[in-house]
């Protein structure tokens, strides 16, 4: 079965922290992936995506890198701001051509301490 | 402005009472999904559309349907309500498929079934 996971489920760093998010998956076979920002309350924000011939995107203070033998990818955040504070959730598209279904996992709440 | 529009943001009802929850977009994508957001199980897709007319089956289908008569609308019709679809629910759209392109999300609506 096809699942994606995220550990761990929160984090609570302070102000200025570099930080790392982890999302694993089962079957390296993924069309893409990506990470998105969910702001309580609200929808979800698509922050990256990676295809699977990539290794890493970038935008701005975030990187976010795969690695598909091991069924891996890391959200990497610089400099952690107070405005980071949200829930960040990785989706997985799997198959070798461009599909509708996406899987997604729990999410890692974050909290970023002034 | 480009956007997902969700209505209602808060629905309460009684079981058994059709409902729909409308999506639509003003971007001209040819992709939406509907997904529920559930504490501890994060989001899982119900449905999704390719294209106008075209439509399948996510992870939980079960007592959802969908019709995507245009482009810009998506609706999600819940024919018999019961208690255990009390959920979050989000649509989103892309320009095509899950793969290619980041989604975006609308705000959500609350549903309550009691």
């Known amino acids: 079965k096809q699942e994606v996971t995220q550990i761990p489920a929160a984090l609570s760093v302070p102000e200025g922290e570099n930080l790392v998010l982890n999302c694993s998956f089962t079957?390296?076979?993924?069309?893409?992936l990506q990470w998105f920002r969910q702001d309580p309350g609200k929808g979800l924000t698509s922050l990256l995506l990676i295809q699977s011939s990539q290794r890493e995107q970038t935008s701005g203070r975030l990187n976010a890198s795969l690695d598909k033998s091991s069924g891996r990818s890391t959200l990497y955040i610089a400099a952690s701001q107070p405005g980071d504070s949200a829930t960040y959730l990785c989706?997985?598209?799997w198959g070798s051509g461009n599909t509708g279904k996406l899987i997604f996992g729990q999410g890692t709440t974050l909290q970023v301490k002034p | 402005e480009a956007q997902v529009t969700q209505n209602p943001r808060y629905l309460i009802t009684v079981t058994g009472k059709k409902l729909t929850v409308t999506c639509s977009q003003n971007?001209?994508?040819?992709?939406m999904s509907w997904y529920r957001q559930d504490p501890g199980l994060g989001l899982r897709q119900i449905y999704y559309?390719?294209?106008?007319?075209?439509?399948d089956k996510g992870d939980v289908p079960e007592g959802y349907k969908v019709s995507r008569k245009e482009k810009r609308n998506f609706p999600l019709i819940l024919e018999s309500p019961s208690p255990n679809q009390t959920s979050l629910y989000f649509c989103?759209?892309?320009?095509?498929?899950?793969?290619?392109?980041?989604?975006?999300f609308g705000n959500g609506t609350r549903l309550t079934v009691t």
């Open positions: 079957d390296s076979a993924i069309y893409n």
């Open positions: 989103a759209s892309s320009p095509a498929g899950a793969g290619n392109s980041p989604l975006h």
């Open positions: 989706a997985v598209s």
């Open positions: 559309s390719m294209n106008v007319e075209v439509t």
């Open positions: 971007m001209n994508h040819e992709y």
